[in-house]
């Protein structure tokens, strides 16, 4: 069973940085895939980042070349360095893990919430304009 503790979200007026980090324990065959959804009230889950254990990172059209996802390894922690944040980043952030996709197709790591087995509680980021 993988465990998932997200830390690091606050409030942040726009222009600012947050880094959030999110701890797995358990397997690390159950986490090859680690990634950050975001949402806001009334509103779907969405990929913002995702990153696999042979270090090839995803992102989100509207946050690429502001948010950075990297992964220790060793720690099994991955981090999401958000940067020039902007009032639309605000939502929950949920740190989402699963292993090889075995299924039919192509696995796209940001598109599908449902395919992800684990979640963590999910963490704050509030940007004020």
């Known amino acids: 069973q993988v465990q998932l503790v997200e830390s690091g979200g606050g409030s942040v007026q726009a222009g600012g940085s947050l880094r959030l980090s999110c701890a797995a324990s358990?397997?690390?065959?159950?986490?090859?895939?680690m990634a950050w959804f975001q949402q806001a009230p009334g509103k779907k889950r969405e990929g913002v980042a995702a990153?696999?254990?042979?270090?090839?990172?995803f992102y989100a059209d509207s946050v690429k070349w502001r948010f950075s996802i990297s992964k220790d390894s060793a720690k099994n922690t991955v981090y999401l360095e958000m940067n020039s944040l902007k009032p639309e980043d605000t939502a929950t952030y949920y740190c989402?893990?699963?292993?090889?996709?075995?299924?039919?197709?192509?696995?796209?790591?940001?598109?599908?919430?449902?395919?992800?087995?684990?979640w963590g509680q999910g963490t704050q980021v509030t940007v004020s304009s």
């Open positions: 989402a893990a699963r292993g090889l996709y075995y299924g039919l197709g192509t696995f796209e790591p940001l598109r599908t919430p449902a395919l992800y087995n684990y």
């Open positions: 358990g397997p690390t065959a159950s986490t090859y895939y």
């Open positions: 990153i696999n254990s042979g270090g090839s990172t």
